[in-house]
């Protein structure tokens, strides 16, 4: 089974430009979330979605956007990045349905913007 | 305001010897959840438990277990008898409310070596 996957893996942007950060998931999960990871600062929080059709904030959600068209795929885009937008980017989808609700990740994007 | 402290930044251990993560959490909720993820070197993360604060009750998954107080506002992870593959980066980590992951406060971490 696939689980998450994300694309692309890194990705260097020039400031100013826009730029999509795809996931998706093969496990039907109601639920995802986008997180940001930066030395120092630990993992944050961006956006997520209980469901399909719905989206909320995150701790850090300015400059960034998401939609959930479907359950399987929850893109992240940077209208017009900049330097600080640079981090690891890390997908995560779970079942709030189930018991356990475990959290499931994919691996991650690299974003450089310049 | 919700807040993680993972005062350790970085430990060392023998392989073989047991060790204990400490975790201490800040929040005015009586309804939250408190977490603990683990990333290896190769840059993964990985989901290791979720525990909401109506359940006080120990947690043991071989290895692993898991220490929440109240009392003392800590969720403590203790790996016994360590072995080099539980090498990684341990992060705990807090959401208030009866939301799960939707309103997540993470620490910085604590760097786990462990010494073959």
């Known amino acids: 089974t696939a689980g998450i996957t994300q694309a692309p893996t890194s990705q260097i942007l020039a400031a100013g430009r826009s730029m999509t950060l795809r996931c998706t998931q093969d496990m039907r999960h109601n639920a995802m979330y986008w997180y940001r990871q930066d030395l120092g600062l630990g993992l944050r929080l961006i956006h997520y979605s209980n469901t399909a059709g719905t989206t909320g904030k995150g701790e850090v959600p300015d400059g960034y956007s998401v939609s959930r068209a479907n359950t399987d795929d929850f893109p992240l885009t940077l209208a017009s990045a900049v330097p600080s937008q640079t981090s690891v980017y890390f997908c995560?989808?779970?079942?709030?349905?189930?018991?356990?609700?475990?959290?499931?990740f994919g691996p991650g994007t690299r974003l450089t913007v310049l | 305001a919700q807040k993680v402290t993972q005062a350790q930044t970085e430990i060392s251990v023998v392989e073989k010897e047991d060790v204990t993560l400490d975790c201490v959490y800040e929040?005015?909720?009586?309804?939250?959840?408190l977490f603990w993820y683990k990333q290896p070197p190769s840059g993964e993360l990985v989901f290791l438990i979720r525990?909401?604060?109506?359940?006080?009750q120990n947690e043991i998954s071989g290895r692993y277990s898991w220490n929440f107080q109240k009392s003392t506002s800590s969720f403590n992870f203790t790996i016994t008898a360590s072995q080099v593959v539980d090498s990684a980066v341990y992060f705990c980590a807090l959401s208030e409310g009866p939301g799960g992951y939707q309103k997540v406060t993470f620490g910085i971490g604590t760097k786990l070596q462990v010494i073959p």
């Open positions: 929040t005015r909720d009586t309804t939250y959840y």
């Open positions: 525990r909401n604060s109506f359940d006080e």
């Open positions: 995560a989808s779970s079942d709030w349905t189930a018991s356990t609700d475990t959290q499931y």
